[in-house]
Structure formats: C-alpha cells, structure tokens
C-alpha cells in the first residue's frame, strides 16, 4: 500500500489548460472519490497518476518515489497501480481465468503463483464459479468484476476506478458500489476513483476531492461536504435534491439580520446572524436545502408563504415544488402527505430553518455563514 502525493501538478493539451495547480496527499489506505462535471479535469488527473499522461508541470510521488516530474518519470507498468477502465476492457477471446491471469503472465510470473493469486482474485471478486466464461457469457457486472480481479491481482499498491459503473443499470451500479466498498475494507489498498455521480462519491468516499474547471473545489468528508459547503458550487453539486439557492441582500433591522428576496425578509437565526453583519448591504446568494424547509401553519419571521405547484410522492417523503417571489423552491419532508393538489394550485406557508442556511458572495462564490 502506499500514499500519494501530487504537488503543484498542472497539464495542459496545447493552449488548453485542463488543470490547474492541482496539490493533494492522498493518505495510505485511503479511498478518494474525485468528483466533479464532464471536463472538470478527474479523469486526467488519474492518467496523471497512472502514467498514461506526463504533467506539464509538477510532481507525483507514490509513497516516497518521485514517478513524474521534471527531471523523472516512471513508466506505468513500473508503477505498482491497478487500473479499472469505464469501457471494462477485457479480452474478448480469452476466458475469465486468463483475463485476471493476463498482468501476471506479462511479468513471466511462475504457473504456480498464477493460479495461486488468480484463485484468490476469483474469491476476492466472487467469481470462481464463472473462470471458464468468456466476456460475452457474462452480464455487465460480473464482467467489471473481471477487471477488477485483474487489477488486483498484481497487488498493486494503488487502485485507480475511471467511472467504472457508469455502463451498468441502476440495480447493478448498487451492488457493485457495495462490493467494491467492501473490498476496500477487506484490502486495505489506497483508491482513487473517478465519478460525476454525488451518490457513488458520498457512499463510498473516505474523502471526496469536488472539482470544477480543473480547479480543486473543496476536499473534505461527504458529510462535512454536505453540511459545510465551501462555495456555491459545492453546495449546490452535492445533494439531491439540489440545494435552493436564491439571489438576495443582506439587511438588518432592529439589530436583527434578514435575507431579502423582493421585500421579502427572512430572519437569519443563531451564529450565523453575529458572523453576518459584517456583510449587510451586500448582494448575497442565500442556500437551504430541501429538508429544512417544511411546512407550517402561520407566517412569521422565518415562515413565509409560496405557491405550491407541484406534490411529488415519494414513499415514505414528498418533495413539494413551490414558488417564492420569482424562484422556484423544492421543500422534502418525511410526512404522509398534505391536501391533494393534482387540480390546483394552492398557497402554503413554508418555514426555512436559516440555523442551516448558507450565505454566499455573490461574486466570489465563497460561503461567508461558516
């Protein structure tokens, strides 16, 4: 096992930057979730690690071994990692024994230690019934299951996932998302895996490195990304559904502090009030999400009334769409349901819980409620 380390990484094709002073340790045992937009610059970073890609400028190192920079560069096969590819990309003509078996046989490993480690592989990945299937007698799991025995099988000090469910049906992305999480923690191994899937990244990150534009965003602990949002991206790219964000300005009447949407004052409650009033007047974004809106029965300070539009439920909760000066709300709520309202539209009065709200600059971005 080993950490990785990327310091002041940046790559460029041509005149394109695709990423920008990109600088992390990845810990030893660690499971990363890069996660971010098509073109946000994850996958390259993972070609970056892999070897597949030089940086224009900055350093990788892999436990203490400099793999690429200025003045070194470590070819892949050298670099003791495992790669997972979206696409799979098993050997259509050999069989699931000889796809897992394939990294070893390059390296001229002995038959014994082959069919040793290929044994364990198979159990590893819950494949041992299937070794002499070929990829077209397999469905999509059991064959990304084949590319991950085969990544592992060399024990490579590093994992690296490129969106490797992103092909697979909704029920199969589950129970794969399961199995690898738990082959994380049967393995111990360092992962880095790429997605633009927020479900994938929350449930099996230890950390999550959120990235827009090939800039890093935020890297923190999925719920810490939840809860502690650093700027409007985050907040509104993690969570589903998305977190309502309103453009406003900040006010303060009687030493109370207020969001204001077109006259419409919310009262901005607890510590979040005294770190706020340094920035009244300004033009802010104000961030709640859904589950700390909820219907209520009478206005007041923080309880105002929208226009509901559309009731969708959910089972056991109900996302309720409404409108609130010129914007569009989504509130969540674990009830049974209210009034039926497929024939009508009808006004609510919704309560924002503003002790879990997010203020945000309106030209920075920047969470300024932390």
């Not at 350093?59 to 495992?82: A, L, M, Q, W």
């Not at 449930?203 to 890297?219: A, H, L, N």
């Not at 923190?220 to 969570?239: E, R, S």
Request: glycine fraction near 8%.
């Amino acid at each position: 096992m080993a950490s990785v380390t990327i310091t002041g990484v940046t790559k460029s094709f041509g005149d394109v930057q695709v990423l920008q002073e990109f600088s992390q340790k990845f810990e030893d045992g660690e499971f990363i979730t890069l996660l971010g937009p098509s073109g946000c610059g994850k996958t390259t970073m993972l070609r970056l690690i892999a070897g597949f890609e030089k940086p224009t400028s900055g350093e990788i190192y892999i436990g203490d071994r400099p793999v690429s920079g200025k003045d070194n560069f470590v070819s892949p096969e050298k670099r003791e990692i495992g790669m997972v590819f979206q696409s799979y990309a098993v050997w259509p003509h050999m069989n699931v024994y000889d796809n897992i078996a394939y990294p070893l046989k390059i390296k001229k490993t002995s038959k014994k230690e082959i069919d040793e480690r290929v044994t364990q592989a198979l159990k590893t990945v819950h494949l041992e019934q299937y070794k002499d299937r070929f990829p077209s007698e397999l469905s999509g799991g059991q064959q990304q299951r084949v590319a991950l025995g085969r990544a592992l099988v060399a024990h490579p000090e590093i994992l690296l996932l490129d969106e490797p469910l992103s092909n697979l049906d909704a029920k199969l992305r589950v129970s794969m998302r399961v199995r690898i999480t738990q082959l994380h923690q049967e393995l111990k191994t360092t992962m880095i895996y790429v997605t633009h899937d927020q479900v994938e990244a929350m449930t099996m990150g230890d950390r999550i490195t959120v990235m827009r534009s090939g800039k890093i965003m935020q890297v923190d602990t999925p719920l810490n990304l939840y809860h502690y949002p650093a700027n409007k991206f985050v907040a509104g790219f993690i969570g589903s559904p998305t977190m309502n964000l309103i453009d406003g300005e900040l006010k303060e009447e009687n030493g109370k502090i207020y969001f204001s949407l077109d006259g419409t004052l919310i009262e901005i409650l607890g510590e979040k009030a005294n770190k706020l009033k340094s920035h009244v007047g300004k033009r802010v974004t104000f961030g709640i999400r859904p589950e700390n809106i909820a219907v209520t029965e009478k206005e007041d300070s923080i309880s105002k009334k929208g226009k509901v539009s559309v009731v969708e439920q959910m089972g056991n909760e109900e996302y309720i769409y409404f409108s609130l000066g010129n914007y569009q709300l989504t509130c969540r709520m674990n009830v049974e349901g209210i009034d039926d309202l497929s024939n009508q539209k009808v006004e609510k009065v919704f309560r924002f819980d503003t002790t879990k709200a997010h203020i945000f600059d309106i030209e920075t971005e920047e969470n300024i409620s932390l």
